[in-house]
């Protein structure tokens, strides 16, 4: 497996992160490192609390318009259906959660380098400190322990945002995936520094921290990151395939009505958007076949408003031979 040039950055930065914790553990001794550790575990804390308020008031009304602007582009039959306001609302929470891990990251440090300066001044203002007594070889030892730990605990949760980033990588909008617009960001990720952080059994408490900050209520139900972009991947693979459907030459409806039974099929596993949504889709999608086929002429009058998705898949058989049926005597005619 090759390295990319960011992957390469990623493990020089690591590799040196945990030698400069290490020597300034072993130098500052036990006693001022367990300090430090203490001190940083309560900058984690508070990054945690101020994290989401501060990317909501700098950061939020830029994704949505970047969300917006990602829906414009897509496909017009495809956007009127499926990429309504609530799939807006889906893809910014997304986005808006990503964002926050890394705003987290940044205000971890911006507390981790404020604090350490204020140590710094406490620590020389009290003489014991800095006692002759203090600068032995066990004290550097378990210096340079708790400086190892702490780059292992510290790393993880700095590095937290890059290794989780391929939840994004997941997402597709109407067939055009937004990796491919947001490739240099997407391709910072680095698996060999993901699976270091594992063997070292630190990895969880990132991925712990990345759960808590992309949280975020859906439907009335509670969801992580990855629990609602598995879902919404489910839900635009199928629209993917509806969407390669109608815009064929000539729409078969038999062909697009099987793919919705499959969109529905989908639409039982997922909870993440609503049931009107889900209706809508179905709808919206039948409506849009029934209107442009060479059937067409028969149905200028005719619209489904399904109240639910199981009414429709009680529908579906009678709908495909009702098709077919009208197919054949139009072929017969023809």
Same mark, same amino acid.
């Given at each position: 497996?090759?390295?990319?040039?960011?992957?390469?950055?990623?493990?020089?930065?690591?590799?040196?992160? $945990?030698?400069?914790?290490?020597?300034?553990?072993?130098?500052?001794?036990?006693?001022?490192?367990?300090?430090?550790?203490?001190?940083?575990?309560?900058?984690?804390?508070?990054?945690?609390?101020?994290?989401?308020?501060?990317?909501?008031?700098?950061?939020?009304?830029?994704?949505?318009?970047?969300?917006?602007?990602?829906? %414009?582009?897509?496909?017009?039959?495809? *956007?009127?259906? #499926?990429?309504?306001?609530?799939?807006?609302?889906?893809?910014?929470?997304?986005?808006?959660?990503?964002?926050?891990?890394?705003?987290?990251?940044?205000?971890?440090?911006?507390?981790?380098?404020?604090?350490?300066?204020?140590?710094?001044?406490?620590?020389? %203002?009290?003489?014991?400190?800095?006692?002759?007594?203090?600068?032995?070889?066990?004290?550097?030892?378990?210096?340079?322990?708790?400086?190892?730990?702490?780059?292992?605990?510290?790393?993880?949760?700095?590095?937290?945002?890059?290794?989780?980033?391929?939840?994004? &990588? &997941?997402?597709?909008?109407?067939?055009?995936?937004? @990796?491919?617009?947001?490739?240099?960001?997407?391709?910072?990720?680095?698996?060999?520094?993901?699976?270091?952080?594992?063997?070292?059994?630190?990895?969880?408490?990132?991925?712990?921290?990345?759960? +808590?900050?992309?949280?975020?209520?859906?439907?009335?139900?509670?969801?992580?990151?990855?629990?609602?972009?598995? +879902?919404?991947?489910?839900?635009? +693979?199928?629209?993917?395939?509806?969407?390669?459907?109608?815009?064929?030459?000539?729409?078969?409806?038999?062909?697009?009505?099987?793919?919705?039974?499959?969109?529905?099929?989908?639409?039982?596993?997922?909870?993440?958007?609503?049931? @009107?949504?889900?209706?809508?889709?179905?709808?919206?999608?039948?409506?849009?076949?029934?209107?442009?086929?060479?059937? *067409? #002429?028969? $149905? &200028? &009058?005719?619209?489904?408003?399904?109240?639910?998705?199981? @009414?429709?898949?009680?529908?579906?058989?009678?709908?495909?031979? %009702?098709?077919?049926?009208?197919?054949?005597?139009?072929?017969?005619? %023809?």
């Amino acid at each position: 497996m090759s390295c990319t040039v960011f992957e390469v950055i990623i493990l020089s930065a690591t590799i040196i992160y $945990f030698v400069y914790e290490v020597a300034k553990g072993s130098f500052e001794g036990g006693i001022k490192s367990a300090i430090n550790f203490c001190v940083n575990i309560v900058n984690t804390l508070a990054a945690l609390r101020f994290t989401l308020p501060i990317t909501e008031k700098f950061f939020y009304d830029k994704i949505s318009n970047i969300v917006t602007g990602l829906i %414009a582009k897509a496909d017009e039959r495809v *956007s009127t259906i #499926f990429l309504t306001e609530e799939f807006n609302t889906l893809l910014t929470s997304i986005m808006f959660s990503i964002l926050s891990t890394f705003v987290f990251v940044g205000i971890f440090w911006i507390l981790r380098v404020m604090t350490a300066i204020l140590l710094e001044i406490l620590y020389r %203002a009290i003489p014991v400190l800095n006692s002759e007594k203090l600068n032995n070889l066990p004290n550097k030892i378990i210096g340079g322990v708790v400086g190892l730990i702490s780059a292992g605990i510290f790393g993880a949760i700095s590095i937290m945002p890059i290794n989780n980033i391929m939840e994004v &990588k &997941k997402i597709s909008l109407g067939g055009e995936l937004i @990796e491919d617009k947001y490739s240099i960001i997407l391709d910072i990720h680095s698996p060999r520094v993901n699976k270091f952080y594992e063997l070292i059994h630190t990895k969880a408490i990132g991925d712990r921290l990345f759960d +808590e900050i992309t949280k975020t209520t859906l439907n009335n139900r509670e969801y992580t990151i990855s629990e609602f972009t598995d +879902e919404l991947v489910l839900l635009n +693979e199928e629209i993917q395939r509806i969407s390669d459907i109608v815009n064929k030459e000539k729409i078969n409806p038999v062909e697009v009505l099987n793919e919705i039974d499959k969109l529905a099929d989908v639409f039982t596993q997922i909870t993440v958007v609503s049931e @009107e949504y889900k209706v809508n889709c179905i709808n919206g999608t039948l409506n849009y076949i029934l209107h442009n086929n060479k059937l *067409s #002429f028969l $149905f &200028k &009058k005719t619209e489904f408003s399904y109240k639910s998705v199981e @009414e429709f898949k009680e529908d579906l058989e009678i709908l495909i031979k %009702a098709v077919n049926t009208i197919d054949s005597i139009f072929n017969k005619l %023809a």
